[in-house]
């Protein structure tokens, strides 16, 4: 897969294409260049390329687009922090200047290219900026674009860098040797000596008097700099269960906000005047150039906040031992309660499973009488539904063909992800029309041949289409209606068989149909989501329909929640070995933190948006409990980005040649 993109947004089709085809030429195989011709399109990319690892180098928008100017699209595109490295290149015959100053007050404008360009113009712009991107962002892939590298901007580059490693060098070495001076320096001197060097130093010292009791920080505040402590005394508090606890109350040191600055988090503490005290604020940038200005200042500061840093764990030292203290005191209490606990919970549990299994029996019996009448409504209707839109179709002077289309949506299969590309490829090679193959592929016309026979005798082409297209999505309809009624019937099946243990067995599950089966019905729900289907040859299997059905609908449902809607699930199949077929879930969400990959099968327990709960938390334990009815294996591998579910069955099941019951 090429690691590199080139984006290039412009309303008129053949400025995009000569865009391509020079860029093509300059950059050769390890840049691929996308083009799209309005602002919509474009963000939709960038919002799904974030998700990814790919390097966008270099975007390039024309000044005047469909739906919004190139400006604003380049604008909007650099405060997603992902493309803020992306060089960002404005193309225009005649570029409004005020814009351009907007673009460059926000950072969001990196170059020119004036409409109609030379192969020379662009090749200069590409090679420097591409060229810049790669020394900031990613300087260990320089050596994959040897032919695109401005060899001056690189030079100077390395000469910078070693210029700056040398200064920090030497700036560190001072620090070391000025710190360890000071070691033998009082704690009030060194403060004094930090804030006569910021006084020195920052043209603003104006300092803020607070009365006692008043707060100057609140737990949660954003945190834009630090506040030195010049006379006084505050403490740190958090507000835990309801109740104020004091934190540090003589360890809190000089510097106010350094923690939350460090981490670039929100204040963590409550910071209150516990006396009169006066304060000198200091921003962030200030800071930078107070310690660009004075080394000495970089060394008191240090000092200080190691000297804050060491009261602070001498502190937590003398806390932990009296905690220590406190546990012992309490071990022999919890030994005590140990035994009873451990009863009381044997004693619940068997109380709670028993009253479970009772109330699932008269839950299963209830519904699946109240589910039975409406699902046998709705056959009875989609029937109905048929035979109204056949006579409909017969009516219409293409009768046969919209008769034929909706017998056609209803019974095929759908196309893999691979399949439906290379069908469409094929298609458009033939029609030379890409937007006229996607959507003839979409209506289940995948030949130029079928396709004349569509449109054969039509007055009008689009109306044909339309017509056919809309008999198509009724007959998909209809085939959604029918399985979603069959579903419904199928789980009540599964319920009553998991109350009776399970003795109604198929000896010919098709695997992928059951998967196809269970993608219908979250049609609605997969609309943002790149379904990509990877199937090998599977064998039938002996199993419940039923239930596994609930194991793909959960672990799709997990995997829809997970990614929020939008991203990539890709679903593969296999057999590791002739005895068994394989199943994997893989979706591209945030991932699961591997603190919980141990817990995920435990009952009632849930990391639902994103933290973890104790909720409901059935879902993966009844997968887990399928799966291991029918003698296989579940089993989750997570990292950010990509999580796999990857379920493992028999093909055959070991029966009891005495009850038949599932070993």
Known sequence: MTAFLIICVDGDPATRAALEADIGRLTGDQFRVETYQDAESTLARTRRLAESDRLVPVM???????????????????????????????????????????????????????????LERLEGMLDSLITEFFIEHAPEELDRIPGLVDVSLLSDAFSAAERKARTTDRQLRRLQRSFLSDREVPDDEVERQLIAELDSVLSDTTRRHISAGTPILRSGDPVDGIQVLVEGQVKLTRELGGREVVFHSETAGRIIGLLAVARNRPSFFNVTADTDVTVLPVSLDDLDEALQLSPTLAIHLVTVIVRSMARRMLWGVDQQIRIDRLNRELATDRDRLATALRELENTQAHLIETEKMATLGQLVAGIGHELNNPVAAIERAVDFLRADIESIAADHPDGPRLQAMLDTAQSAQPLSTRDERRKRAELTAALGDESLARRLVRIGITTADDYQRAIDGAASEDARLDRLEQYHQLGTSLRNLRSSADRIAALVQSLRSYARAGREMATDVDIHASLEETLLLFGHDLREIDVRRDYGELPPIDGYPGQLNQVWTNLISNAVQAMERSGTLTIQTDTPDRDHVRVRMIDSGPGINPDHLDRVFDLHFTTREGRVEFGLGLGLRICQDIVLRHAGTIEVESAPGRTCFTVVLPTRQLLDENDGDQL
């Open 60 to 118: 390039i928008a024309a000044d005047r687009l469909p739906d919004t100017t190139g400006i604003d699209l380049l604008m909007e595109v650099h405060r997603q922090a992902r493309f803020r490295g992306t060089r960002k290149v404005l193309l225009s015959a005649d570029p409004a200047m005020e814009d351009i100053g907007r673009a460059i007050g926000k950072r969001s404008l990196d170059g020119m290219l004036p409409f109609p360009w030379t």
